[in-house]
């Protein structure tokens, strides 16, 4: 892809996610290169840029029902100060468009507090074609009380589109994007957030990626199981105490509740083809405590 870029001399590229860190990750010639900007969309940007390009690097966001895309920002060498800014953030909504991080009784969330990312303004969808049962579940509109109530600066005539994408403000006005609601599960009655847990994951510096999938819905007894991939691999085997330093990095800001039961070390996270969780896929060995344990099998 780089040596095509160069060859065609392409000015603006707009790239998926995966492809774009890819080229993040190639070393560009200080000459001979057109290319000024490099847009990348589609997924979770995981990296910054560390060393010289000979463009600006730009990550989107924007749901298919949401033309063309709803927040921007460029994204240039981070300092990151706080855990907040690990990962690039998906920026500000972009010109006629209105972003609004909502609780789960749709009232808005102050600065720093997850909540559902909604969309309105210009662009945005007016349903979905010959479905009006998903139409209503996802979209509603402006001028019911609840909205009315706490959004009053939009038409009467607009709707709101409810992602099911979790996001809170940052400081600097930007939004962090954390996962999808839909990756929520109930464990002894409290209600766990699986992208949370993989978020703190990632904040370990030995950590390269993590995933966290549940398992013994079959049986009544569910559990969590976190898949690792390090920065270093084999660090579980070489290092079984690795384990428990995970969870003690854990605890220092999430409850007990949250804590994966087993841990795994993986070298790559499985992903289906259009770049989801692929849970088929997953190892049954793992570890705990530093002791090889088996794992009930994915179905």
Not at 19 to 33: N, S
Not at 44 to 56: E, G, N, Q, V
């Amino acid at each position: 892809m780089k040596t095509w870029l160069i060859k065609q001399q392409i000015t603006i590229s707009f790239q998926p996610t995966q492809v774009a860190q890819l080229l993040l990750e190639e070393p560009w010639p200080e000459d001979g290169v057109a290319l000024k900007r490099l847009r990348a969309a589609g997924d979770r940007l995981t990296i910054y840029p560390t060393r010289f390009y000979p463009f600006r690097l730009y990550n989107l966001y924007g749901p298919t029902e949401d033309t063309v895309w709803t927040t921007w920002t460029e994204v240039g060498e981070n300092s990151p100060g706080t855990e907040m800014v690990k990962f690039p953030p998906i920026g500000k909504p972009a010109a006629n468009k209105q972003v609004y991080i909502l609780s789960r009784e749709l009232k808005l969330q102050p600065m720093g507090v997850m909540g559902e990312l909604c969309i309105a303004g210009m662009g945005l969808a007016r349903g979905y074609l010959n479905n009006p049962g998903l139409t209503a579940e996802k979209f509603f509109p402006v001028s019911s009380w609840y909205a009315r109530f706490y959004i009053s600066h939009i038409s009467p005539m607009s709707h709101i589109y409810r992602t099911g994408d979790l996001a809170r403000w940052l400081p600097d006005g930007n939004i962090q994007f954390l996962g999808r609601i839909d990756h929520q599960l109930k464990i002894r009655g409290y209600r766990i957030e699986l992208g949370e847990i993989e978020n703190r994951l990632k904040e370990h510096p030995e950590i390269k990626g993590a995933a966290v999938i549940s398992k013994g819905e079959e049986k009544g007894d569910i559990y969590l199981c976190a898949y690792i991939v390090c920065n270093t691999p084999g660090m579980f085997k070489k290092t079984p105490p690795m384990i428990t330093a995970l969870k003690d990095f854990l605890a220092r800001s999430l409850p007990d509740y949250m804590i994966p039961a087993y841990f795994t070390e993986i070298e790559q996270i499985p992903l289906t083809p259009n770049g989801k969780i692929d849970e088929r896929h997953y190892p049954n060995q793992g570890w705990q405590e530093g002791k090889n344990i088996q794992h009930h099998e994915i179905k």
